[in-house]
Structures are given as structure tokens and as C-alpha cells.
């Protein structure tokens, strides 16, 4: 299986903020990665998929950079709906492996 | 817009396999794969496993002698059965759609799980 690991697990920041959230595979992925945003309660919702492509509808302060084993995702002004939690996600091989999370806070 | 929507017991013994069905509705079912994702409560997500509308599945190593999944196109409904349940098993279960989605102007395609359930909780208790 593909480990992924990501840094920070819980991060501070204020409305306004630039952020960026690390994600690593344990071997090369190419661009074979995604990210999810969690709220509280609710399922998690793609916002990137191919490491930099923005999905339909999320809002162009979300941006991912990375390729290989190393991803990052960059929120360039953070807005208060932002605040929650982030999942990176390889979808080179089954089994689809996630990251263990990292949690957004105020 | 396709919705998913999430349905089984809440309870279930140890010991006992858990059911839950996936209802696809305001689209079809055919040309995508479906997968299947719990949260164990506090905690991240885990991949459970997928099935391509034509019945071809594949599991997760870990859950893979306890789990199978399957379709029925004439229902537009995919089900999860997860045997020999234990405490460790109680968690937020989704279902997904797994899609292939393009990237501009590459012509390349890559999955992402595009649309979710709201999830169904499963506590696993006697």
C-alpha cells in the first residue's frame, strides 16, 4: 500500500492568513493526488484532483503544487467557511490511501 | 445533480455483518466506479473498497477477507457487507463516485471522488 503522510496534523491561522498543508506519498505518485475538505458532520468534498487542478465550483484561493511524492495545498487568503479539515488522497493504486489529516483552526 | 444517499441499521453486535445500501438517484449508475469510505469516530478516512458498475471489484488488503460489494444496476444501488464486525468497525461509512475527471488543455484524465453520501453511522455494540 502507498502511505501518505501529511504536516502539519493541526494548524492555527487567522482570516487572512496564506496556508499551505504538505502532503508525502511513500513512493513516487506522479500527479495521481487529491485533496478533500471535511467540515464537521459532513462528507468530505473534493477540492483538488491531479495535484493542481481546482474542481468545479471551489473557489480559486485553493491551489495545489506538487508532483512524485511531494504535495502541497496553498489556501492564499483564508476566508472563515475554510476553516476545517484537509485530506491528501492517492489515486495511483488501489488500495486509495488518504492522509491521516490535517485540522484547520481559528 | 446525482445524490447519494446512504441506508442500513445503526446498531450492530459484534460478531454479526453489517449491511448498507447505496441508492443513486438524478443519474445513472453505469460508466463509474463506486467506492465505498468509513471514519472511524475522531478520526481519518479509510478506503474501504470500489466496484465498477459492471461488477468488477477491488478491496482494501486490510478489510479484504471481510467485506463485499456490489451492484444492481435495474435499483441504481451499490451495498457494502462487512462480516464478523467488531467494536473497531463503528465509524461514519460513505459511498462516493469515484470519476474521471479531465485536466485542461493535457487531455489527461485522473480520478477523484466527486460525489459523496452524507454517510450513515454504524456503532458496532451487543
Known amino acids: 500500500d502507498i502511505q501518505m503522510t501529511q504536516s502539519p496534523s493541526s494548524l492555527s491561522a487567522s482570516v487572512g492568513d496564506r496556508v499551505t498543508i504538505t502532503c508525502r506519498a511513500s513512493q513516487s505518485i506522479s500527479s495521481y493526488l487529491n485533496w478533500y475538505q471535511q467540515k464537521p458532520g459532513k462528507a468530505p468534498n473534493l477540492l483538488i484532483y491531479?495535484?493542481?487542478s481546482l474542481q468545479s465550483g471551489v473557489p480559486s484561493r485553493f491551489s495545489g503544487s506538487g508532483s512524485g511524492t511531494d504535495f502541497t495545498l496553498t489556501i492564499s487568503s483564508l476566508q472563515p467557511e475554510d476553516f476545517a479539515t484537509y485530506y491528501c488522497q492517492q489515486s495511483y493504486s488501489t488500495p486509495r490511501t488518504f492522509g491521516q489529516g490535517t485540522k484547520l483552526e481559528i | 445533480q446525482v445524490q447519494l444517499q446512504e441506508s442500513g441499521p445503526g446498531l450492530v453486535k459484534p460478531s454479526e455483518t453489517l449491511s448498507l445500501t447505496c441508492t443513486v438517484s438524478?443519474?445513472?449508475?453505469?460508466?463509474?466506479?463506486w467506492s465505498w469510505i468509513r471514519q472511524p469516530p475522531g478520526k481519518g478516512l479509510e478506503w474501504i473498497g470500489n466496484?465498477?458498475?459492471?461488477?468488477?471489484?477491488t478491496y482494501s488488503p486490510s478489510l479484504k477477507s471481510r467485506v463485499i460489494i456490489s451492484v444492481d444496476t435495474s435499483k441504481n444501488q451499490l451495498s457494502l457487507k462487512l462480516s464478523s464486525v467488531t467494536a473497531a468497525d463503528t465509524a461514519v461509512y460513505y459511498c462516493?463516485?469515484?470519476?474521471?475527471?479531465?485536466?485542461?488543455?493535457?487531455?489527461?484524465?485522473?480520478?477523484?471522488?466527486?460525489?459523496w453520501g452524507q454517510g450513515t453511522t454504524v456503532t458496532v455494540s451487543s
Open positions: 462516493a463516485r469515484d470519476t474521471l475527471l479531465i485536466v485542461a488543455h493535457s487531455g489527461y484524465y485522473y480520478y477523484g471522488m466527486d460525489v
Open positions: 438524478s443519474g445513472s449508475i453505469s460508466s463509474y466506479y
Open positions: 491531479a495535484a493542481s
Open positions: 466496484i465498477y458498475y459492471s461488477g468488477s471489484t
